[in-house]
C-alpha cells in the first residue's frame, strides 16, 4: 500500500502560482512513478504530468507545458507540481497517483494508488 496526501491547493487570481505537494508513505516511494491528474465538474479526470522513478523523465500534458514543472524527491518522498500562469481553465481538483511501472502512463487506470485530491481554483 501507498498513501499519497496532496496539499497546497488554493484560489488564484489568473497568471498566478500554486505549488501543490504529495507526501507519500507505505511502500517504498522511489519504486513508483508519480502522476498528477486533475478534474473539473462535469468532466472526466485528465492527466496533467509525470514523473518516472529517478525523477529523469517527465511528461507534461499540452494544455499545461511550459507553464507547469512536476518533480520528485525521493529522499523525502514526496512528489512536487509548480503551476505558472494559471488560467481559469486549470479549475479543477487535482490528484496525485502512484504507478508501480518504469514508464508512466497517462491514463489513470494504470495507477495504483491515489490521494484524496486538492481543489485549485483560478478566477479571472
Known amino acids: 500500500q501507498v498513501q499519497l496526501v496532496e496539499s497546497g491547493g488554493g484560489l488564484v487570481q489568473a497568471g498566478g502560482s500554486l505549488k501543490l505537494s504529495c507526501a507519500a508513505s507505505g511502500r517504498t516511494f522511489r519504486n513508483y512513478a508519480m502522476g498528477w491528474f486533475r478534474q473539473a465538474p462535469g468532466k472526466e479526470r485528465e492527466f496533467v504530468a509525470s514523473?518516472?522513478?529517478?525523477?529523469?523523465?517527465?511528461d507534461y500534458a499540452d494544455s499545461v507545458k511550459g507553464r507547469f514543472t512536476i518533480s520528485r524527491d525521493n529522499a523525502k518522498n514526496t512528489a512536487t507540481l509548480q503551476m505558472n500562469i494559471l488560467k481559469p481553465e486549470d479549475t479543477a481538483v487535482y490528484y496525485c497517483a502512484a504507478d508501480p511501472s518504469l514508464i508512466p502512463s497517462i491514463e489513470p487506470m494504470e495507477y495504483d494508488y491515489w490521494g484524496q485530491g486538492t481543489q485549485v481554483t483560478v478566477s479571472s
Open positions: 514523473i518516472n522513478w529517478s525523477g529523469g523523465s517527465t
